[in-house]
């Protein structure tokens, strides 16, 4: 039984195959089995990225005995959410073995009986990002990280230099005046592009999706199709605003605020109405002392709903 468990935990693909009863696709083998120090990711957007990436640093953590992960997003909705597809993985595991290698679960932090961490963390963390000492790192939604030059160069590659450790960024092709795209575009890293065509092969899209709503998409917005599901980087040819000072805008520390919260002081309201290709959204913006303007709330309507409705949310 030991040596059976020793010869599943040797590949990351029979982990995820016999421990978690997760069969991976042919390109999610492949980014599970590279051992490469530097890999980028451009997955089509509902191709199991952020669940790969999971078990990849799980299986990480239970095969390096004392080792720490970090996982890092620029906003902090989108860390809880990874911080999710971590714990889903861990408790895929036979309850056994869950209890036997974990030492404790938390929202965003993970321990093992091995002495391994797995740390969750805002990309807008600066400070503490730079308290830890981590063996492998794993940055989503990289291009929207704002001043990513100084996290990577300053604060990230510095740290791995003295562990020799493993950098995985991956993110949707926002821009080409960022890190990431640098990062796809170098020769010492390994890539791994899955665009829709790859997710139509392993049948992880409908049929129906890609008769309708891709098709949709394409024809009413061939931009985000081409970032979303294509993987490409493009040029701002048709932007108002360039993708690379809107990713600069973000700021992982904003939450939102609920509908129906009384708040006070200046605030501007934006509404975009859309019915049949494009959604209605309303966006409230707070306005500080200094003139700065945060969004503090974002609604986004489904498609076919009433103008009434959006007016009447207002």
């Known amino acids: 039984m030991i040596k059976k468990l020793e010869w599943v935990l040797e590949d990351p693909v029979r982990f995820c195959r016999y421990l978690l009863g997760f ?19 451009l997955f089509a ?14 299986h990480f953590a239970l095969t390096h005995p004392r080792s720490t992960t970090l996982i890092l997003s620029p906003v902090y909705r989108q860390v809880l959410n990874l911080g999710d597809k971590v714990a889903e993985s861990l408790n895929r595991l036979p309850s056994r073995l869950r209890k036997a290698w974990c030492k404790k679960i938390q929202k965003l932090q993970f321990y093992f009986r091995n002495g391994s961490r797995i740390i969750l963390l805002s990309a807008a963390s600066g400070d503490r990002i ?12 990289a291009a929207f990280i704002p001043d990513d030059e100084k996290l990577f160069v300053n604060i990230l590659l510095p740290m791995l230099s003295t562990t020799d450790g493993w950098l995985i960024v991956s993110s949707t092709p926002w821009g080409r005046d960022t ?3 640098r990062f796809c575009h170098s020769p010492g890293w390994s890539h791994h592009v899955a665009t829709w065509r790859d997710a139509v092969e392993e049948g992880l899209y409908s049929r129906s999706f890609v008769e309708t709503d891709l098709k949709a998409l394409m024809e009413s917005n061939p931009q985000q199709f081409r970032i979303e599901y294509e993987c490409q980087f493009i040029p701002d040819l048709d932007s108002w605003l ?3 000072l809107i990713a600069r805008c973000v700021d992982g520390g904003l939450e ?5 919260t009384k708040l006070s002081g200046s605030f501007w309201i934006g509404v975009d109405l859309g019915k049949r290709r494009d959604h209605s959204a309303v966006a409230v913006l707070s306005e500080d002392e200094d003139g700065v303007l945060r969004l503090i709330h974002l609604k986004r309507f489904p498609l076919e709903t009433p103008y009434a409705s959006v007016i009447g949310y207002l």
């Not at 730079?130 to 939604?141: K, N, P, S, Y």
Request: contains cysteine.
């Open 23 to 41: 069969n991976p696709t042919s390109f999610q083998e492949r980014l599970l089995k590279d051992q490469s120090k530097r890999i980028t990711v």
């Open 45 to 58: 957007r509902q191709t199991g990225k952020s669940t790969c990436l999971a078990h990849k640093a799980v």
């Open 130 to 141: 730079r308290g830890f000492t981590a063996d492998m790192i794993l940055v989503d939604e």
């Open 179 to 181: 890190m990431f795209y």
């Open 242 to 244: 360039p993708q690379d």
């Open 256 to 260: 939102y605020v609920d509908y129906g």
